[in-house]
Each structure stands twice: as structure tokens, then as C-alpha cells.
């Protein structure tokens, strides 16, 4: 004999989503308070690494920019004094600066427009990995049935898991235009089904009557009743 739904005290032959639909903002709420800090340090540790790739690939287009630079003066330079034997004329070297500003203004362009994939590539060196299914916490979780939950610390302290790879230069000493490509994520196994069905379409019974409010010890908002 199947229980009447937990929320809306439904009998279980109208089928309704109400458990469904609550179990989805259990999972969410479980997934703020145990997952966001990991994001976070993820996410910090991704910015500073790409900033830091985005700021040394800046640093090798302006040295080469700034050395073509120098050889561009030497030659106005040789060809002023070999013609004229004098320096070059200040508008040569007004229009030589200019030239470069344009260019290191290019450079840093050319630079941020590549955080993208730079973002991804260190994103895929980031492995976060699920127990085995025949794990002891996972097989025999320490929550008592009896005695009511017990909230279980984070199974894994410190930071996120990062993949030490190579260094990102390694494969870029002369700067293409793609970064290496990240790994595929794991394939995980399906679970077992479960009593609690995915939520379905709003389309209810014609006897299906308006739920009363859950009791308070419900972990369900009372919105998902209705």
C-alpha cells in the first residue's frame, strides 16, 4: 500500500508531483550550503591563473612589438644620417610612437580576447571526483532512521581537487591561436529509480482538490503545495 504524498496528503493513485517537485528544492538548497564554497575556490583559482596567462602573453607580444619598435628607429636613423647627416625629422618619430601605440593597443585587445578559452582550458584541469557506490559512507551513511538526521560534515576538507598539468606557456611558447583542449568529464553510472518521480506537467485530475499547508516539521516550502 502506497502512503498518501507527504505534501499534499494526496492519495497516491492522483500521482501528483508535489514530492517531486520538493525533493528538486531539497536538492538545490543542499547543493548552496555543501558545493558553494568549492565553486568559489574554483572559481578564484581559475581568475588568477587566467589573469596571470593573459598578463605574460600581454608581456611577449609588447617586447616583441617594442623590439620592432627599436629596429624601426635605427633604421630611420642610418637612412637620416646617411642622406641628410642629420637626426631623423620629429615627425618621423612622432608618427614611429604613434605606430607603437597602436600596436601595444592591439596587443592588449588581441590579449583579453583570448579569456575565453583561457578560462576553459584551466576550468578543465579541475577534477572534482564522486565515491565509489561500495564505499562504507556511502553503503552505510552515518544518519540514524530512528533518531532523526544528523547533519554530516563535508566528506572531503581543503580546496578543490587541481589536476598539477603542465604549464599553459608549454603549449603556447609561440602563442597560437588554440589553447589544448580540456578533458571529457566522466560517465556516470545510472541510479537505481527511485519512489519520487521527476516533476511533470501541471495537468490535474479533475477530482483533485486544493492540499492543505504541510505540518512544520515539513522540510518543504509550503508553496509547493498548491
Same mark, same amino acid.
Given at each position: 500500500?502506497?502512503?498518501?504524498?507527504?505534501?499534499?496528503?494526496?492519495?497516491?493513485?492522483?500521482?501528483?508531483?508535489?514530492?517531486?517537485?520538493?525533493?528538486?528544492?531539497?536538492?538545490?538548497?543542499?547543493?548552496?550550503?555543501?558545493?558553494?564554497?568549492?565553486?568559489? +575556490?574554483?572559481?578564484?583559482?581559475?581568475?588568477?591563473?587566467?589573469?596571470?596567462?593573459? !598578463? &605574460? %602573453? /600581454?608581456?611577449? =607580444?609588447? #617586447?616583441?612589438?617594442?623590439?620592432?619598435?627599436?629596429?624601426?628607429?635605427?633604421?630611420?636613423?642610418?637612412?637620416?644620417?646617411?642622406?641628410?647627416?642629420?637626426?631623423?625629422?620629429?615627425?618621423?618619430?612622432?608618427?614611429?610612437?604613434?605606430?607603437?601605440?597602436?600596436?601595444? +593597443?592591439?596587443?592588449?585587445?588581441?590579449?583579453?580576447?583570448?579569456?575565453?578559452?583561457? !578560462? &576553459? %582550458? /584551466?576550468?578543465? =584541469?579541475? #577534477?572534482?571526483?564522486?565515491?565509489?557506490?561500495?564505499?562504507?559512507?556511502?553503503?552505510?551513511?552515518?544518519?540514524?532512521?530512528?533518531?532523526?538526521?544528523?547533519?554530516?560534515?563535508?566528506?572531503?576538507?581543503?580546496?578543490?581537487?587541481?589536476?598539477?598539468?603542465?604549464?599553459?606557456?608549454?603549449?603556447?611558447?609561440?602563442?597560437?591561436?588554440?589553447?589544448?583542449?580540456?578533458?571529457?568529464?566522466?560517465?556516470?553510472?545510472?541510479?537505481?529509480?527511485?519512489?519520487?518521480?521527476?516533476?511533470?506537467?501541471?495537468?490535474?485530475?479533475?477530482?483533485?482538490?486544493?492540499?492543505?499547508?504541510?505540518?512544520?516539521?515539513?522540510?518543504?516550502?509550503?508553496?509547493?503545495?498548491?
Amino acid at each position: 500500500m502506497d502512503p498518501d504524498c507527504a505534501i499534499c496528503h494526496a492519495p497516491a493513485t492522483l500521482a501528483c508531483d508535489c514530492e517531486a517537485k520538493g525533493l528538486e528544492v531539497a536538492v538545490r538548497q543542499a547543493e548552496s550550503r555543501m558545493m558553494q564554497s568549492i565553486y568559489n +575556490d574554483i572559481r578564484s583559482w581559475v581568475r588568477a591563473h587566467a589573469q596571470d596567462y593573459i !598578463l &605574460e %602573453y /600581454f608581456r611577449l =607580444l609588447t #617586447e616583441r612589438r617594442k623590439a620592432a619598435h627599436s629596429a624601426h628607429l635605427e633604421r630611420i636613423t642610418a637612412h637620416a644620417y646617411h642622406f641628410y647627416h642629420a637626426p631623423p625629422h620629429p615627425n618621423e618619430i612622432a608618427a614611429a610612437q604613434a605606430q607603437l601605440k597602436r600596436g601595444i +593597443d592591439e596587443d592588449w585587445q588581441a590579449s583579453v580576447q583570448r579569456y575565453p578559452e583561457v !578560462l &576553459e %582550458y /584551466f576550468y578543465s =584541469l579541475v #577534477e572534482l571526483t564522486l565515491p565509489d557506490d561500495n564505499e562504507q559512507a556511502v553503503k552505510d551513511p552515518p544518519l540514524s532512521a530512528l533518531n532523526g538526521s544528523r547533519k554530516a560534515g563535508r566528506r572531503v576538507g581543503g580546496p578543490p581537487t587541481v589536476v598539477s598539468g603542465p604549464s599553459i606557456m608549454t603549449h603556447d611558447r609561440d602563442m597560437p591561436g588554440m589553447l589544448p583542449r580540456g578533458r571529457t568529464p566522466p560517465v556516470l553510472e545510472p541510479l537505481r529509480e527511485r519512489r519520487t518521480p521527476a516533476p511533470r506537467d501541471r495537468r490535474q485530475s479533475q477530482q483533485y482538490r486544493p492540499p492543505p499547508p504541510p505540518p512544520p516539521t515539513s522540510y518543504f516550502p509550503h508553496s509547493y503545495g498548491m
